[in-house]
């Protein structure tokens, strides 16, 4: 009895496996794996720093003591989940509205508020007429631009981290100046309307207007990449004759502006 006793005491005490159960509801049942190749020894070691791993809403208990280990999975996770989501709105219904015959009207109408707000601001003559063409050229060369750069250096460039960059920041650039220029065409309106000056008679208001419907297809593409692959050249050539478009339609609109 006494060597019994004195066994127990000796006996080194074992620490059970803690069960870490979700603190939210979760209708599937949760999962723990330890690896089968830890012998009884190693699985009655204190686990002071165990890993927690939630992932499709299943958890691991994973004991392990390699941090290295840890970071490069953790960094590996973090890779694999950036993600840019990019949301932009068409202005196609606008578009039809604008080719309506007696859209000019209704389209006066529909700011005719507006303007008349505009007028009692008693704004610089200078501003008013200027305004929307400086705004306009800030976003088509500065956003633009350097959108379409990145764009050739996404196709061409062999350096990887200049590559994922590029990836990061063209469509954030790109997206930006399809709202700038949808939301830029009201200003231009604005503008035309506080000078009485015809809105969709000029070629400067039809090249806007394909400028626009081109860049909705151009935002549309990218979310077919991935089962057709050689959309990949239509999107760099396409992109490339839309610049081109909207210089020729910053050209037509430099000269709208010096006719009155």
Not at 233 to 252: C, K
Request: charged share 15%.
């Amino acid at each position: 009895m006494a060597m019994v006793s004195a066994f127990a005491k000796l006996a080194p005490k074992t620490h059970p496996v803690p069960l870490i159960l979700p603190s939210f509801p979760n209708s599937s049942p949760t999962s723990f794996k330890i690896p089968t190749h830890l012998s009884a020894s190693t699985l009655t070691r204190p686990l002071f720093s165990p890993s927690f791993v939630l992932r499709d809403d299943r958890c691991e208990v994973i004991p392990t003591f390699d941090q290295d280990e840890i970071e490069e999975e953790g960094e590996e996770d973090m890779k694999e989940c950036r993600e840019t989501l990019l949301y932009s709105f068409t202005p196609l219904p606008f578009l039809l509205v604008a080719a309506l015959p007696g859209a000019g009207g209704a389209v006066r109408s529909l700011f005719g508020p507006f303007v008349e707000l505009v007028k009692s601001w008693n704004l610089p003559d200078w501003l008013v007429h200027w305004g929307h063409p400086g705004n306009m050229a800030v976003v088509l060369f500065a956003m633009g631009g350097y959108g379409t750069y990145l764009g050739f250096r996404i196709r061409f460039s062999e350096d990887v981290e200049e590559k994922a960059k590029a990836k990061d920041l063209h469509p954030k650039l790109l997206g930006g100046m399809f709202f700038f220029f949808a939301l830029g065409a009201t200003g231009g309106i604005t503008s035309l309307l506080t000078s009485d000056r015809p809105i969709f008679e000029s070629p400067h208001a039809v090249t806007g207007f394909i400028g626009l419907a081109l860049l909705t297809i151009q935002a549309i593409l990218p979310s077919l990449f991935e089962g057709n692959p050689e959309l990949r050249n239509v999107h760099g050539i396409l992109g490339g004759g839309i610049m081109t478009l909207f210089l020729i339609h910053a050209a037509l609109g430099l000269q709208l502006g010096l006719s009155y």
